[in-house]
């Protein structure tokens, strides 16, 4: 079964489809340039906007992420993808804008929307991974702010893990597995 994934990041198109592997599910980009303005006030509103901006007859699937810093109030969340420049320069930001914190309390916070063939809602799932933000990076596997979210209470980034590993614990992990098994009771 093929299901449209609403991003233009073909990284996390791959890392979508390792973690379905053996799903029977193979997720694929949609038609034409995907960039849809994600205008909406929480995680779920923008899933919404890729879902929809993505829909072209089959089931579509979208999500939206961030990092979610306590510190920070919250920031970037929404804005993780847009908080600065590059990615060096957006991992550059928080390390310089947490120095002045103890507290260096995080989540990944992944929202998915699931639409039927009819572009219809079928199922929203939120995932979320706590941890904490490294005084600095390490790891090379993994993207984004990976090199600089320490995951739980232990001494790995999640770039330090290997993929099959961050795959299984991962936010996007277990918004996907709520959704993986919802399409099996839709099929």
């Known amino acids: ?11 996390k198109l791959e890392e979508i489809n390792e973690i379905s592997k053996g799903s029977g ?8 340039d995907f960039n849809p303005v994600e205008n909406g006030r929480t995680f779920e509103e923008n899933s919404l906007i890729k879902a929809k901006a993505a829909y072209s007859g089959m089931m579509t699937l979208a999500d ?15 804005y993780s993808a847009r908080y600065a420049g590059s990615q060096d320069e957006k991992i550059n930001k928080i390390l310089e804008e947490l120095k002045p914190h103890k507290n260096r ?5 992944c929202v998915m929307t699931l639409l039927d063939e009819k572009g219809e809602i079928l199922y929203v799932s939120k995932g ?10 390490s790891g090379k596997n993994g993207f984004g702010y990976d090199p600089v979210f320490i995951v739980g209470d232990g001494d790995l980034t999640m770039a330090d893990m290997p993929e099959e590993e961050k795959n299984k614990i ?18």
């Open 64 to 78: 939206d992420s961030g990092l979610c810093v306590e510190a920070l109030n919250g920031a970037p969340g929404l």
């Open 170 to 187: 991962s936010h996007r992990a277990i918004a996907l597995k709520n959704i993986i098994s919802k399409i099996a009771c839709h099929i």
């Open 128 to 137: 979320e991974c706590h941890g904490r933000i490294a005084q600095k990076r």
């Open 105 to 109: 309390k995080a989540k990944f916070v």
């Open 25 to 32: 599910i193979e997720f694929i980009l949609p038609q034409n």
């Open 1 to 11: 079964m093929k299901i449209v994934f609403a991003t233009g990041n073909k990284h």
